[in-house]
């Protein structure tokens, strides 16, 4: 009773002593929340061709299409005459300055995305585009560009002429998902697939600020893999990403595809079956399994594969249309999150159409570490109504966001242990083709959600490319 008194009298007062701030309890961590701040037009008409389900400027495992480095963000996409661009804006502008780097896209493959990158030791910008199963084209900018925006002109010249090497280093000839990772030292890294769908292998290269270096390759495509119909001696494994947590972890999740679809129930179905999870404390040298045991090593002779023990995390089978390359996330305490998707038990034990039965039937889950180290799986209570992916975020306060097909979102409060999911925004407004770019370094920067998305079409008509932002709980 005394110290309610000493309170109110304090409050009274409206004055508040160091020692009493001390002593009161914080105000509870606010839930997920997200308020529509604006939408700019970076295209008013962008390339547009449905293929593999999907566009080419909105292919939710580029990363990034879609970034944010000191105050200004940046965006890349191909305009309707096929031209690669780079496009950025100070934060909270309305007008993007565009720069056309010298490319033009060669196919109309949807995988054949542009992917970002920064190397924080000299202050690049790094695009690597183009890319399905053959060469890539690769463009960096001037040295110093990404650390004085508002002093160096956004033009042409501050970029080189594309190449199909690293400044010189050639990679697979069979190359594909270009995705740039900064190291917590100051370094750039590239994961990428060698091989192809089926019979495939991880392999890195990685940037020091003067030239770039071949780390290998770290998953294997050997093994035999056996279901309840067939077994398969080839495969890849299909990466939901890979990025480092605050304390220097590198993590990645992954399914994994079989060449043989002797292993499906169904040939209308889709090969990829089970979600592993691997780890990395010494930037992608080493791989270990959730209990830490060592199953690969980049560049040597054992990588991670099929029939290593310990790396299935959430075990699922061939036969429910199981989504590759979702997304993840690690929290404020370095445990790692996920969004995987399939169709569930309870609509049917064989999908025949993976399309048409994850249109129909999808749902998304989301798959995380807890405090106590054991993996939690919720299911999100929002049909899928597309084939697509769902992109994931975390805010401040480790509230989680599923970005579902269409631009809607979703959230799930930290307070409850991530299992009060709800929808917080329908996509209303946007006409949103489908799968949808997040800029995940944003976030952190001042709580704001970008959303890069693209306006249906039909056929080849070009279509209006935008970026939308929500404010999330400060």
């Known amino acids: 009773m005394r110290r309610r008194t000493l309170l109110g009298a304090a409050l009274a007062g409206a004055v508040t002593t160091p020692a009493l701030a001390a002593g009161t309890a914080r105000a509870a961590d606010p839930g997920p929340s997200v308020t529509r701040t604006g939408t700019t037009t970076l295209d008013s008409r962008a390339i547009f061709f449905v293929s593999y389900d999907g566009l080419v400027n909105n292919n939710s495992f580029q990363k990034n299409g879609l970034l944010t480095y000191k105050g200004y963000q940046y965006a890349v996409w191909y305009t309707a005459d096929r031209n690669a661009v780079v496009g950025r804006r100070a934060l909270g502008g309305g007008t993007w300055s565009t720069v056309k780097v010298g490319h033009t896209l060669r196919y109309d493959d949807s995988h054949n995305v542009i992917s970002m990158g920064v190397s924080r030791a000299d202050g690049r910008l790094h695009l690597n585009m183009d890319s399905h199963s053959d060469g890539f084209t690769y463009v960096k900018s001037v040295a110093g560009l990404m650390d004085d925006p508002s002093g160096l002109s956004w033009t042409a010249s501050r970029f080189g002429a594309p190449q199909s090497t690293l400044d010189g280093l050639a990679l697979a000839s069979r190359f594909t998902y270009p995705q740039f990772v900064s190291t917590p030292d100051g370094r750039l890294q590239l994961s990428y697939r060698a091989g192809v769908s089926g019979n495939g292998r991880n392999a890195l290269a990685e940037y020091d600020g003067t030239r770039w270096t071949a780390l290998g390759e770290w998953s294997a495509s050997t093994g035999t893999y056996t279901s309840e119909h067939g077994s398969s001696t080839a495969r890849n494994m299909y990466l939901h990403g890979i990025d480092y947590d605050r304390n220097g972890r590198l993590h990645a999740f992954f399914t994994w595809r079989e060449q043989n679809g002797a292993v499906m129930c169904s040939g209308g179905g889709i090969t990829n079956h089970d979600t592993g999870y691997v780890h990395s404390d010494d930037r992608g040298r080493t791989w270990r399994n959730d209990a830490g045991t060592v199953v690969g090593t980049t560049g040597g002779s054992d990588r991670v594969a099929v029939t290593d023990a310990g790396l299935v995390v959430d075990p699922l089978g061939p036969d429910h249309s199981l989504m590759n390359q979702e997304s993840q996330a690690t929290d404020s305490a370095g445990r790692p999150h996920a969004i995987i998707s399939y169709v569930p038990g309870r609509?049917?034990?064989?999908?025949?159409?993976?399309?048409?039965?994850?249109?129909?039937?999808?749902?998304?889950?989301?798959?995380?570490?807890?405090?106590?180290?054991?993996?939690?799986?919720?299911?999100?209570?929002?049909?899928?109504?597309?084939?697509?992916?769902?992109?994931?975020?975390?805010?401040?306060?480790?509230?989680?966001?599923?970005?579902?097909?269409?631009?809607?979102?979703?959230?799930?409060?930290?307070?409850?242990?991530?299992?009060?999911?709800?929808?917080?925004?329908?996509?209303?407004?946007?006409?949103?083709?489908?799968?949808?770019?997040?800029?995940?370094?944003?976030?952190?920067?001042?709580?704001?959600?970008?959303?890069?998305?693209?306006?249906k079409s039909s056929g080849t008509t070009p279509s209006a490319l935008h970026v939308v932002d929500f404010r999330l709980p400060a």
Do not use: M
């Open 347 to 455: 609509f049917g034990r064989c999908t025949t159409d993976y399309v048409a039965d994850r249109t129909a039937n999808g749902r998304a889950f989301h798959l995380r570490k807890n405090a106590s180290g054991t993996w939690q799986k919720t299911e999100i209570p929002i049909p899928l109504n597309s084939s697509q992916r769902t992109g994931l975020i975390l805010d401040t306060y480790d509230n989680a966001y599923a970005i579902l097909p269409f631009g809607r979102i979703a959230g799930a409060s930290k307070a409850s242990g991530h299992t009060d999911w709800k929808l917080l925004f329908d996509g209303a407004g946007l006409n949103a083709f489908g799968e949808v770019v997040v800029d995940e370094t944003r976030i952190g920067q001042d709580g704001v959600l970008s959303v890069l998305y693209q306006e």
